[in-house]
């Protein structure tokens, strides 16, 4: 049987790899923002939990980055992660934000 010369797995493994990596740097800037922006308001309750999201980061690429090269294909324990963990700061940056502008009126 010919191979497809349009077709080429090989890549696949390298492409998949890069984007992780892509959103998990995306991960940790936006828990920076998150961060700073509440360190900066005072809200010590949002830093901490901005951390805590991105220990959470760090520990699942570590654990993702241990495992076999067919086990870290698939997506599916990797995307929940980063669900999770946009949903997390999604969170995190209401709170910060509902408390600046309540803060405002007291």
């Known amino acids: 049987a010919m191979s497809d010369p349009l077709r080429d797995g090989g890549l696949q493994a390298e ?3 890069l ?3 892509r959103t998990v740097l995306a991960g940790v800037v936006a828990t920076a923002v ?5 360190d900066r308001a005072g809200q010590v309750v949002v830093v901490v939990g ?3 999201v991105a220990l959470a980061i760090a520990l699942a690429v570590v654990r993702h980055a241990r495992r076999p090269l067919a086990e870290q294909l698939a997506p599916w324990s990797g995307l929940v992660l980063a669900a999770g963990a946009v949903l997390a700061l999604a969170v995190l940056g209401l709170a910060s934000a509902m408390s600046s502008i309540l803060g405002r009126f007291s």
Do not use: G, I, K, Q
């Open 34 to 38: 998150v961060a700073v922006a509440a």
């Open 19 to 21: 984007a992780w990596w």
């Open 15 to 17: 492409r998949t790899a």
């Open 50 to 52: 901005a951390a805590l």
